[in-house]
């Protein structure tokens, strides 16, 4: 077994001295320190083989560039061919750590062969793929920190069980646990409701879309990294409808401050029957302010939205419909941003 041992270790706060240094920090002022998770592999690897680097990004700027999906592709396809016959029996090890009232935990403990974990890895920065905020092809595959740092405001406040938790589920391939689908939506209503927060976190938006895909033994067909026209639920194309009331509306007024989204996306997102009634009357209020081709062209896409509701929008969403609701709302509205251009990849986004 290689004596090399490789340390991935989030970015924590620095631990505040206390006098005398064996006193413990009052309650309320103790560090919590997010996991390390040490790793080693049974057969040394050289640094671009080294598939647990691709979770937390490459070392140069020309690696990144080149994507870690696409690395990783790379290297599954070539042990799978039998052109890497010295990576075919090679295995991985690995552990979770963390801080625990001043002690060191060990959260989990992982092994297994090291083609599962390129098969693993590849599938999930297959799933995390998402269309960019512009609309203008797919976002950069994010590190792991990234990801876990969509979950809260401010990484320092990441719970490290959760990290712990994503980290399996990145390096085994299993599902994406409902609360952390929870978290990502809260931060995302958070987000949409702050006009002095940074436009929409892509990894974010990738990580919903990931738990929708992992939800089905085998992934989801339909949950594309771009908008779905022909997706089978209603309440993805009722936040569709939501992205495009909120670009009919700065079409017709400009930017008017608090519009659409700021005013009416929590109750959409969670009553749309109620709500988008409401909105699409008032459309037409809109509609007659644009030019009658422009105003022709909105009515179209209303009537292919609404042709994926079926008979009516849905009374009200539960916890996986409005993450459903959400992933609509961003990826009809990066279509709107990018003149209504398909940026559909197909190929990049199947997994393994």
Known sequence: MSNALRF???????RTPTKPPARRLPR????????CAPSWYKDSLPPDDDALA???GMETDEQSEAAALGAARRLLDAIRAGARPDLADNHYYALTLSGAAGRVMVRDWMEGPFEDLVGHITNWFADLQIVARDGNGNARDPKFMAVCGALVRDLKDLPAPTAATLWKVAVQGLPIPQPLLAQALARFRT???DRDQPAFNHARMGLIKAYFVRHKSGGDTTMTATYNPNHPAAAYHCGGLLALF????RAALGD????????FYAAASQTP???LGRLAANARNHLA??????????EERIAEIMSGLGDAAPRILDLEGQGLFALGYYQKLAQLRAGNKSTTENTSQQRV
């Open 273 to 275: 029957g109620l709500v």
């Open 256 to 263: 008017v401050g608090a519009g659409v989204v700021q005013r």
């Open 246 to 249: 909120a670009n009919l509306q």
């Open 289 to 298: 302010k644009l030019d009658p081709k422009l105003a022709w062209w909105y």
């Open 54 to 56: 691709f979770l937390v």
């Open 191 to 193: 987000d949409l409701a």
């Open 8 to 14: 991935v270790c989030a970015r924590a706060p620095a």
């Open 28 to 35: 309320g002022r103790r560090t919590r320190f997010a996991p």
